[in-house]
Nanobody, 117 residues
Framework: QVQLVESGGGSVQAGGSLRLSCAASVYTSSMGWFRQAPGKEREAVAT??????????AYADSVKGRFTCSRDNAKNTMYLQMSTLKPEDTAMYYC???????????WGQGTQVTVSS
């Protein structure tokens, strides 16, 4: 069983920045950030897969160039640095983890990000 705890959410004005953290109880190869806004489907924001000395990271088109996902595998922690935030980034952000990108079946409780215009 993997436990995930997100932190770092909050309220900011458009153009601002936030940094989310996801602390995992154990190491997992794949971790990702997802978000869900009211009335919308959950979407992947950034996914990462660590193999050997390489971490592969992919981003949703909507956040490319604004968000940066990183991992500290020694601390079993993943981060999401969010910059130039837009009102449409407002959502509950969730951390997920698993043995591979297709099987991220462990989820955190979520952290709310609210961006005002």
């Amino acid at each position: 069983q993997v436990q995930l705890v997100e932190s770092g959410g909050g309220s900011v004005q458009a153009g601002g920045s936030l940094r989310l953290s996801c602390a995992a109880s154990v190491y997992t190869s794949s971790m990702g950030w997802f978000r869900q806004a009211p009335g919308k489907e959950r979407e992947a924001v950034a996914t990462s897969h660590h193999v050997g000395r390489t971490t592969y990271i992919a981003y949703a088109d909507s956040v490319k160039g604004r968000f940066t996902c990183s991992r500290d595998n020694a601390k079993n922690t993943m981060y999401l640095q969010m910059s130039t935030l837009k009102p449409e980034d407002t959502a509950m952000y969730y951390c997920a983890a698993g043995p591979n990108l297709a099987t991220m079946n462990y989820w955190g409780q979520g952290t709310q990000v609210t961006v005002s215009s």
